[in-house]
């Protein structure tokens, strides 16, 4: 797939997030001379990629033309205070996407009335063209608008749209944090290897190698998870022994309940 949009595409905050997307439409073909990028202190890995690729920073003064697409990218905190800059860049087909988590459409129309806005959940996966994202459209936003949006998205994996917006904060707490929890596996796979008495290297080998290796097994099987958990499973054997923990009433399954109930929660406060 190839990026081909309207206008000029305006990144504003290029953090973690935005960084990943930014590499993810670069690895497919977006022309760096049609992306600029707005944040005051982007990370080390993310200047070092509008340096190689000489994508133009700044204000919008250096902007060719009227974005086709501004992608929001910074922290929910902080939005309240860029969205005033934001408004006198857009022009009459522009389209607002934003991922900043737990902010609505309408506490975003607040400062930016009448304006096609488009809300979405990418993950960071997104680098490496392996996101899942979740998009709502408000009531303004076009069919074109729509496509563009998609294409962008679709372009750093897999898109899914849905209309009921209040689903978001749900799917922040699974998709857009989960790759967190599975780094966190990974982490305390490494961390009792070592204290079982491997060699740190071949402990975080054995986490990577796992994590990775059960991750693309579930992704090109037709079985469920449950199906594929079974399969690993003798009766009475070592995989049974420890499922028996992480299965029992206070395992993992409660744990992530009450993680993913946190995180839900948090997104609700932000919106406010």
Partial sequence: MTIRLAGPLLLVGAGKMGGALLEGWLRQGL??????????????????LIARHRIGTGAS??????????????KPQVIDEVLPSVAPLMGKQTVVLSIAAGRTIASLQRHLPDSAIVRS???????????????????????DQALECNMLLEAVGQVIWIDDESLLDVVTAISGNGPAY??????CLAEVGCKAGLDSDLANQLARATVEGAG?????????????????TSPKGTTAAALEVLMSKDGLQALLSRAIAAAVKRARELSS
Avoid: Q
């Fill in 121 to 143: 959940m990418p993950n960071t996966a997104a680098s490496v063209g392996h996101s899942m994202t979740v998009v709502c459209a408000g009531t303004a936003v076009t069919r």
């Fill in 31 to 48: 022309d760096p001379k049609h992306v600029f990028v707005c944040d005051p202190n982007p990370p080390p890995e993310v200047v070092a």
């Fill in 61 to 74: 003064a250096e902007l060719p033309a009227k974005p086709s697409v501004i992608l929001l990218a910074v």
């Fill in 182 to 187: 599975v780094y966190l596996l990974a982490e």
């Fill in 216 to 232: 693309e097994l579930l992704r090109r099987s037709d079985l469920s998870p449950a199906e594929l958990r079974a399969n690993v």
